[in-house]
């Protein structure tokens, strides 16, 4: 059984579409967060949520809004989508208490044309 | 300056070599430290965990953290060609819900058979 998995793993789509990326998490944690990975490989978080609601909000376009319906499930919705949201956006959870260790999910890879 | 340095890489060594890994970083503030690889096109796994200083070890594994120094380290004994991925370290100030992770950039690491 996956542990955090995303949908899909590929997306190509054209510049000014909206696109989701949906991710769950079987692990029985409540905080889950969205990351992007760029070109060069640097993760860096773009959002948090612990128990459905918002944690964490990095400095990230309001074109990105996430979604949490319940604390396994933590979806990203891009609007207007831009050359520059090109990159591996990565599902991760924790514990919320305590440790920090995160659990990633195998990524989805967007590429905007 | 970044708030977490790493190395650039990439990294080549022979088969059996022992391989240092390291970051440095500026904010005081962390002291959850944490070495996650990424193998290629998949997600970033958690590999090492250390609390404040000290040392860990796993296996052929063994992080240390020197936080007068803000130095940490991933060692890694007989390396075996499986351990050709990117490594990367992360740090965060706080636990729990509010937890962020901070990346260095990652090192690409080939250990040659």
């Known amino acids: 059984d996956t542990a955090v998995s995303q949908t899909p793993k590929y997306l190509v789509t054209q510049m000014g579409n909206d696109k989701s990326i949906k991710c769950e998490q079987n692990?029985?944690?409540?905080?889950m967060y969205w990351y992007k990975q760029d070109s060069k490989k640097f993760l860096k978080i773009m959002f948090s949520?612990?128990?459905?609601?918002?944690?964490i909000n990095e400095t990230v376009p309001n074109r990105f809004s996430p979604k949490s319906p319940d604390k396994a499930h933590l979806n990203l919705h891009i609007n207007s989508l831009e050359l520059g949201d090109s990159a591996v956006y990565f599902c991760?959870?924790?514990?919320?208490?305590?440790?920090?260790?995160?659990?990633f999910g195998q990524g989805t890879r967007l590429t905007v044309v | 300056q970044k708030e977490v340095e790493q190395d650039p890489g990439p990294l080549s060594v022979p088969e059996g070599a022992i391989v240092s890994l390291n970051c440095t970083y500026s904010n005081s503030a962390f002291q959850y430290f944490m070495w996650y690889r990424q193998y290629s096109r998949k997600g970033p796994e958690l590999l090492m965990y250390?609390?404040?200083?000290g040392n860990k070890e796993d296996g052929r594994f063994t992080a240390q953290v020197d936080k007068s120094s803000k130095y940490i380290s991933l060692f890694i004994r007989d390396s075996q060609p499986s351990d050709s991925a990117t490594y990367l370290c992360a740090m965060s100030a706080k636990g729990g819900a509010n937890s962020k992770l901070t990346f260095g950039k990652g090192i690409t690491l080939s250990v040659r058979p």
């Open positions: 991760a959870s924790s514990q919320g208490t305590g440790v920090t260790e995160a659990f």
């Open positions: 250390t609390y404040s200083s």
């Open positions: 949520y612990n128990n459905k609601e918002l944690i």
């Open positions: 692990l029985g944690h409540d905080t």
